[in-house]
């Protein structure tokens, strides 16, 4: 049996400000149809998803929908036209609820007047269910988790029953259990006939549930893959232009002897977080934590960086007892926080990239009267964006219009102008490229060779693999295990965050 054509673009093309982000493409989606678009940041991939969800309208080319020609002016036309769209970063109203979220702008009321209440929360409870992961949707969006939020973002764009869904790198900050669950509503949903467009810059993930994979390559179309007759070696070559980026740390991983003891952790416990952690971290050294949802890792990392406040125990820095109460105490003991959250965590997006870079060092750079010597702050700016490579017209350019990869490194270069001892990433290639995430994976093992001590939350194994000389395995909140990694595999450790 024949399926429908859902979606058809035909010679597309958006430029902005002269700089051309989409050259002529041709794309098209059939019904129970899963494509993949992968690329490097900035190749187009979510400027041509915004054009589909009518959040930028083409310069040039045509958009059918069921054979239909039509004009996507608005989000508002997308969700008429049955398109969904759920954004790579959550854009939920934080001080609402989940529920006040799904609903927003849609809802459920008696005549028109009065919030029909019960029947929102029966059909979020529906959804929610649907999704098959479930929590308490009338808590506030600010008190939820990134999956939590992520969740609710789908369950909205799901509300509106879609025949199109656009999944914007939804797995980023879901653990491997999220990414299950999620992959099973993906087959539901594409038995049911609804067309998807996925993007994550994981491709394992892409492998695994896509029938086709679509490359850009700076705003062209490079290619259509068949996931079953491909490689990632092959998919990346054609993404970035270069052979070998899958093996992430280049050279430079090599084996090494750390040095002193930096940080040491005994029985330390946050009450409904994590109980009893004893640690240890020395310098020229790369520690990971794995876990799944709700291991406690990320709580872990918010405690040492003195945002959460520890019910019991001794933290220890360079072998002296310390008492860690605020991120400032933190700083000034040698310890730097790389949050995984860094839209609303770690970066002031308003402001411009030289502004963001300085702000942890900005004590360092000033008169005696208080007056920033600006041309240094300058000239160290300029240094950071050459040695992270990263990609901005100037220091001047707004953080909030880089790409995904491109923030990561800003996030990153304001710590590394501090030169702490101890940096602790939680996600720290969470949406990012494979050249990206090759290039932070570089700098952290050069970091390491720097002296420095670093402590690594990911939920890829691979990753955590691939960098790290220990990894500490956290279920509900206690470390059931600590491997070599030179002795561990994937394997091993995926037994371990599922033992009981």
Excluded at 54 to 68: K, N, Q
Excluded at 74 to 85: D, L
Excluded at 131 to 148: H, N
């Amino acid at each position: 049996m024949k399926k429908e054509r859902l979606l058809v673009l035909t010679k597309i093309s958006k430029s902005f400000s002269g700089i051309m982000a989409l050259n002529n493409i041709d794309f098209d989606l059939n019904e129970g149809e899963v494509i993949s678009l992968v690329g490097e940041n900035g190749a187009g991939k979510s400027t041509l998803m915004s054009l589909i969800g009518g959040v930028y309208t083409p310069d040039s080319g045509d958009i059918f929908i069921r054979g239909e020609k039509v004009e996507i002016g608005n989000p508002a036309i997308a969700r008429r036209y049955g398109i969904g769209y759920v954004h790579q970063e959550p854009t939920l109203a934080p001080n609402m609820t989940g529920i006040e979220n799904l609903f927003l702008g849609q809802e459920e009321s008696y005549f028109g007047i009065m919030a029909d209440t019960k029947l929102m929360r029966q059909q979020s409870k529906q959804i929610l269910e649907e999704i098959g992961i479930t929590f308490d949707p009338e808590k506030k969006v600010a008190d939820m988790s990134m999956a939590e939020k992520e969740t609710i973002e789908i369950a909205k764009a799901m509300l509106q029953k879609p025949r199109i869904l656009i999944l914007d790198e939804v797995t980023a900050p879901l653990d491997q259990i999220g990414v299950e669950h999620l992959f099973r509503i993906i087959k539901k949903l594409k038995e049911s006939g609804i067309g998807i467009i996925y993007i994550s810059h994981r491709l394992r993930e892409t492998f695994e549930i896509s029938d086709k994979i679509f490359v850009l390559r700076d705003g062209q179309k490079v290619g259509i893959l068949n996931p079953n007759n491909t490689t990632p070696d092959e998919v990346i070559n054609m993404m970035v232009g270069e052979e070998g980026v899958l093996n992430s740390n280049g050279d430079e991983k090599e084996i090494s002897i750390p040095g002193d003891e930096l940080l040491r952790c005994e029985n330390i416990s946050l009450n409904n977080s994590f109980k009893d952690i004893s640690m240890t971290l020395r310098a020229k050294e790369i520690v990971g934590f794995a876990g799944l949802k709700g291991s406690g890792r990320s709580r872990f990392a918010r405690a040492l960086f003195g945002l959460l406040k520890i019910d019991k125990g001794r933290i220890y820095i360079n072998n002296q007892k310390v008492e860690i109460k605020t991120p400032s105490q933190a700083i000034n003991l040698g310890i730097g926080y790389i949050p995984g959250d860094r839209q609303n965590e770690g970066l002031a997006l308003i402001r411009n990239v030289g502004e963001n870079l300085s702000i942890t060092t900005l004590s360092f750079f000033t008169h005696l009267l208080g007056i920033l010597k600006l041309d240094t702050i300058r000239q160290n700016g300029l240094k950071m964006v050459k040695a992270l490579k990263i990609k901005t017209p100037s220091l001047q350019k707004a953080v909030a219009n880089l790409s995904g990869g491109n923030q990561q490194k800003v996030m990153i270069g304001k710590w590394i102008e501090r030169d702490l001892s101890v940096l602790i990433f939680d996600e720290p290639t969470r949406g990012v490229d494979v050249k990206a995430k090759a290039e932070i994976h570089r700098l952290l093992v050069r970091l390491k060779k720097q002296n420095k001590g670093i402590i690594v939350i990911s939920s890829e194994l691979p990753e955590l693999l691939s960098i790290c000389d220990r990894i500490f395995v956290m279920n509900q909140g206690v470390i059931t295990n600590e491997c070599s990694c030179a002795e561990s595999s994937e394997e091993h450790i995926l037994k371990c965050l599922h033992a009981k």
